[in-house]
Structure formats: C-alpha cells, structure tokens
C-alpha cells in the first residue's frame, strides 16, 4: 500500500518551480502518491509561506510533518543534499571520462583498435581542450580564482586571461599533430608553471583552496588531480618532442 505526501509547489502560466518537479518525481520514485497542490500565483504563494514560516517552495508534508523543500526532502531519503556548495572532483572526472571515451572510440574508428598510442594522445589532448572549454565560458570568474595560487598569474595579471586561450590552442593542435613548434612549447610552459604553482600551494603553503582547472565557477579542491592535469601537459609536449612523427 502506497503512503500519500503533501507536495506544494508553483505552476503559474510563464513559471513552474523545476524543484517542484523534481520533488514530484523524487516523492513517486520513492513510492509515494503525491497529493500534488499547485500555487497558482504570487499572492497565493505569499500566503503559504507566510502561513508555515517558510522562505521557499515547493514545501512537501509528509504524515503532516513538514519536511521541507527539494534539498531537505533529499535527505529525508538517504539521499545527499545536492547542494552545489561543497567541493567535488566530479566535474574532472566527467572532463576526463569523456576525453577517454572519445579517444577510445576515435581509436576504433581509424585503427580497429580501442587501445594505440594516439588514444593516449588524443585523451590528453580532448582533456586539455573541454578544460579549456570550460574555462572560456567565464574568462573573467577563471581568472579571478586562478591568480589566487598561480604564481605568474599573480606576477601578471594578462596572463591569467591568456590562459584558456593558450591551453585551447595547444589542445586543438596536438590532437591533430599540428604546428610541433607552437604546440609543444605552450603545453611545456604553462604546464610547468601550473605544476610549480599548485605543489607550492598544496604542499608547501598547505592551502585548501578551490582550483580553476574546469571553470571560475566549479568547486574542485586544488590538490593531486590539478597537478596531475599538469604533469600530463607536460608530458604530453615530451612525447611530441620525442617521438615528431608515428
């Protein structure tokens, strides 16, 4: 027999509250009938929260308790909050997921093989350029965190705007092998940098401090992940040094 919950939540013409919704579904995944009650305009909703001392909606009652809105019905579950407040390494890891999985599939595609010498190539290149990517959506915010632990960005401010644009170009050009004299110099210089900079901060400062490895706006610590992103820059221009030509 399924248990009933009390879900209050906006749906007005030109807004429906997405927290509402995912409380919605939330509630019935968890095998609950939902006695769903929109508010339908501002001055309804007004009077609901001012009538249950509450700052938000939607608002889900649950055996008459209240237990709150999507973050605190979440937890009620089992489940974490979802708040993006804390630090996470999940934006890294999806970056490098999907560089690996483009690389293995580009692999298959133009050698019939999922594991060659280029997969590792292109993974580090594909990495390189979703970083980039992601710090090219808010230059500004990234440059902001980044002078924070760069130590040549905080000697020079255009640098820490320069970055991205550098990171970029030194991606695109050593996923097809292109242009050796640009490429390899970039990934060895602002990978150098960039290791020195974070081991300074991790490890000789002790910092805790949030990296701008995938954005001005991500909350991923700066530590061991930030450094190995630089090292395989590092490496990646030693390769190419290397081995000029497969």
Known sequence: MSRTATLYRMVMDKHVCPFGV?????????GFSVDDRYLTTREETDAFKAKHGVETTPQTFIDGKRIGGYSELREHFGH???????????????????????????????????????????????????LAMLK??????????????????????????????????AAILMAGRLLPWLSIPVASFIGTVGAISVFYAVYIQKRSIKCACVGGSANVPLGFVSLSENLAMIGMAIWMLLRPTL
């Open 22 to 30: 995912k409380s919605k579904w939330l509630l019935e995944r968890e």
């Open 136 to 169: 090219l959506q808010d230059v500004e915010q990234f440059s902001t965190m980044f002078v924070g632990y760069d130590l040549l960005g905080r000697r020079w401010v255009p640098y820490a705007y320069a970055y991205p644009y550098l990171e970029a170009t």
């Open 80 to 130: 974490d909050s979802g708040d993006a407040g804390g630090t996470s390494y999940r934006p890294v890891i999806a970056v490098f997921a999907v560089g690996a999985a483009l690389a293995i599939a580009l692999s298959l595609f133009v050698f019939q093989l999922p594991f060659t010498i280029r997969t590792a190539e292109w993974f580090v290149a594909f990495s390189m350029a979703m």
